[in-house]
């Protein structure tokens, strides 16, 4: 059994896509995955698992709270390498964004570089667009309209959510 890092994009949201992390967790140790931890309510689950398990969670979730949520999944280690990547480490950890992204972006510069504050820094690796918002990210032009920017599906967690995930990961 490895350990996995899933993370839910769009549930628990504006009264949306609800699925209360408590009765998530007990559904997925009925179905046998082991060590399961959830954090916080918008969908970050840590679980072992012999393979990738996103595709059996998002149907889990599906029979058991009425919609297929995208989740995207990492091995430990690819968190680690996530989280080591990250050009922006001596920020404050709520300034800092990852948007982990379901395939590879293939960003609209001319977009992004109008929507960007003066303040605000960005930098793709892989599959992660990594955004330093020291302002916050509630008024960003930018993160209003990432989707656009990717082009990609996403989901975002700031810093403290990720090294929250990396200390509980490493704890499984």
């Known amino acids: ?24 967790k007990s559904h997925l140790e009925s179905e046998g995955y082991e060590s399961v931890k959830t954090y916080i309510q918008s969908g970050n689950v840590i679980l072992k698992s012999k393979s990738d398990p996103s595709e059996r969670v998002a149907e889990i979730v599906e029979s058991k709270f009425g919609f297929q ?65 020291p302002n916050g990210i509630g008024r960003s032009k930018l993160v209003s309209n990432i989707e656009s920017c990717l082009g990609v599906s996403y989901t975002g967690r700031n810093l403290n959510t990720v090294l929250k995930l990396k200390e509980l990961v490493n704890s499984v």
Request: charged share 30%; hydrophobic share 40%; with cysteine.
């Open 69 to 133: 949520p995208k989740i995207l999944s990492f091995e430990k280690k690819r968190f680690e390498d996530v989280i080591r990547a990250n050009p922006y480490k001596s920020y404050e950890g709520k300034t800092v964004h990852f948007y982990f992204c379901a395939r590879k972006p293939k960003l609209n510069i001319s977009k992004i570089e109008s929507l960007l504050s003066n303040n605000e820094a960005y930098e793709l690796k892989d599959k992660v667009f990594y955004l330093h918002a």
């Open 1 to 24: 059994m490895k350990p996995f890092i899933l993370l839910f994009r769009g549930i628990n949201v504006g009264g949306n896509n609800l699925v209360p992390m408590k009765e998530l």
